[in-house]
């Protein structure tokens, strides 16, 4: 497994775009642009791939964990800082799970200020 796909993998589980990585990134005074950045999450077939070196993802770890934690002058809850990225219903706001029938869907979209239509052409039998 390369740094890329590290990279890659990190990414995705955090769900972080360009902006957070470099956001991440400038924590441990590390500058990239969002160009460069690109190039490591494209296929390897791509003729602007660029191999992720040993530096960036170092830099990238190192303002994860000051991102996460804090510094020690201001320490942050790891749980609370994940808590807006995570998908996980919390149990207590979960709603109860009442389904309506299709026919009570259908007659709240019907207009009953309407007269039902009456067909001229409707065959006698």
Request: glycine fraction near 4%; include cysteine.
């Amino acid at each position: 497994m390369t740094n890329n796909d590290i990279f890659k993998k990190l990414r995705v589980a955090l769900k972080f775009k360009d902006d957070d990585i470099v956001a991440i990134l400038t924590l441990v005074d590390f500058k990239i642009s969002k160009s460069e950045l690109g190039a490591f999450f494209r296929k390897e077939e791509h003729p602007n791939y660029m191999e992720c070196g040993d530096q960036v993802l170092r830099n990238f770890l190192n303002g994860l964990v000051i991102h996460l934690r804090g510094t020690k002058e201001n320490p942050k809850n790891p749980g609370e800082v994940l808590s807006g990225i995570s998908n996980i219903p919390d149990k207590s706001s979960k709603k109860p799970n009442v389904r309506e029938d299709f026919k009570t869907k259908q007659l709240k979209k019907v207009d009953m200020a309407l007269s039902p239509v009456k067909y001229k052409n409707k065959k006698k039998s």
